[in-house]
């Protein structure tokens, strides 16, 4: 039995102090699991096709098309990808650019994203002079002024909220309300809309809905059809998660991911 490579292992960017290094990946040839690490230099995720779930600050975060996930340096963080995802990774020295100091969603113009995939062909040891340095620099002073968007799941380490969390990820069709979920973790109703809104800043009815979001995204991006989707994410009918996914996003299934090509 063939054991796909760890993406971790195929490219170490603290090996260069220059403020910023591209790669590619292609997760035909490695393991959908990246296992949790961290590293000196900050992370922006972009994928190209498919899609990533990355884990991070107790958060889960969906890389949708047009937009990128920027993970500071330091902060542990795993993923996982769909077989179908390729990703450019820009890895950011510390201090070189005016970014976040935490995890966020990012979005990625067309300029950006073209800038970062041109990098993405250049050896690691670049010169510090030459015109990659110069690409660089302009691509870190573009992200910088990009809008933050909200692709994120807050999960927080609460083990209440973590087993609620872990529970529905697995089944996302599971449409228990919150009083039969309060039986499950073993409080009162009151008491778990109360410990939800503090823990991850939303109420149980908007939590659920960012989730499954947040799978939809990652599900439509690997190519998994509308209709399929909408059955996973147990809605009635498609009509009903298209209606959702417009009001969360500003246009349907097809159209977003239409534009996104």
């Known amino acids: 039995m063939i054991t796909s490579q760890s ?12 403020p910023a290094v591209a790669y590619r990946l292609d997760f035909a040839d490695h393991s959908e ?5 961290r590293h000196r230099k900050g992370q922006l995720i972009i994928a190209l096709h498919g899609a990533v779930t990355c884990t ?3 958060d889960i975060w969906i890389v949708p098309p047009n937009c990128g996930v920027w993970i500071p340096g330091g902060v542990p963080h795993s993923a996982r990808a769909t077989e179908n995802a390729r990703l450019n990774y820009l890895f950011v020295e510390p201090g070189a650019a005016r970014l976040p100091q ?5 979005a990625i113009s067309p300029m950006i994203r073209e800038m970062v995939d041109r990098l993405a062909h250049e050896r690691a040891g670049y010169p510090a002079d030459g015109h990659a ?3 660089a620099r302009v691509a870190l002073d573009e992200l910088a002024e990009m809008p933050r968007e909200r692709f994120n799941l807050p999960v927080s380490s609460h083990p209440k909220i973590r087993t609620m969390a872990d529970a529905l990820t697995a089944q996302p069709s599971d449409r228990s309300t919150l009083s039969q ?4 973790v073993a409080m009162s109703e009151r008491s778990l809309a109360r410990l939800m809104v503090r823990e ?16 939809a995204l990652r599900e439509l991006a690997g190519g998994v059809p509308v209709q399929t989707v909408a059955a996973e994410l147990g809605y009635e009918s498609v009509n009903a998660f298209i209606t959702m996914f417009k009001k969360a996003m500003g246009s349907t299934p097809a159209h977003y991911f239409g534009r996104s090509k």
């Open 7 to 18: 993406a971790v292992s195929v490219f170490d960017p603290d090996q260069t102090r220059l």
């Open 33 to 37: 699991e990246v296992p949790v690490h």
């Open 56 to 58: 991070a600050d107790g």
């Open 102 to 106: 935490e995890c966020c969603t990012l």
């Open 133 to 135: 340095a110069r690409l």
């Open 181 to 184: 979920w309060a039986k499950r």
């Open 200 to 215: 991850t800043g939303l109420t149980f009815g908007r939590w659920r809905q960012q989730l499954h979001l947040v799978v």
